[in-house]
């Protein structure tokens, strides 16, 4: 019984042990990701955190304003909003809606794993001739985080 009694204080101690190093092992992985990213890419993101729950998902755009300039009638409207999970959880894109019928956006379905990059695509319709201004919402897990474009569509 002793025997026995030992043996199975043994093996919980050792999965115990190991369960820790995979947790410090896990968070040592996720900031050297987090740390080569930044490092290696030079990227301004802009903090879209949800300040009132500090270890909720952090999404951080590069940036959240696109300027397309001037831009000719039926030229390509579509620009790439790049954001990165630097948050501990999966973060998910659960609606993403525009300020008019005139813009369409395409995002990931898929949760965005920790670490991880992505992003939002917009394509504006340039059909329409004149200066523009409109905001895409993003609606996340964790937060909401407007978009805007901008331009003026020439003849």
Do not use: R
């Given at each position: ?93 659960t609606n993403v809606e ?58």
């Open positions: 019984m002793k025997k026995t009694t030992i043996l199975i204080s043994i093996i919980c101690l050792l999965v115990y042990t190991l369960n820790i190093s995979a947790q410090t092992t896990n968070k040592n992985h996720l900031d050297s990701i987090n740390s080569n990213f930044a490092d290696s890419t030079n990227k301004n993101y802009t903090d879209s955190t949800n300040k009132s729950h500090p270890d909720s998902t952090i999404v951080l755009f590069i940036s959240t304003e696109h300027d397309y300039g001037t831009i000719k009638k039926g030229e390509d409207g579509s620009y790439s909003f790049v954001f990165l999970n630097t948050g501990t959880k999966p973060v998910f894109i525009t300020s008019c019928g005139c813009t369409t956006p395409y995002w990931p379905e898929q949760p965005i794993m920790p670490g991880f990059e992505d992003e939002i695509n917009i394509e504006y319709d340039t059909h329409k001739v004149g200066n523009f201004q409109k905001t895409v919402t993003v609606y996340t897990s964790e937060n909401t985080v407007v978009l805007k474009i901008k331009g003026n569509v020439v003849e």
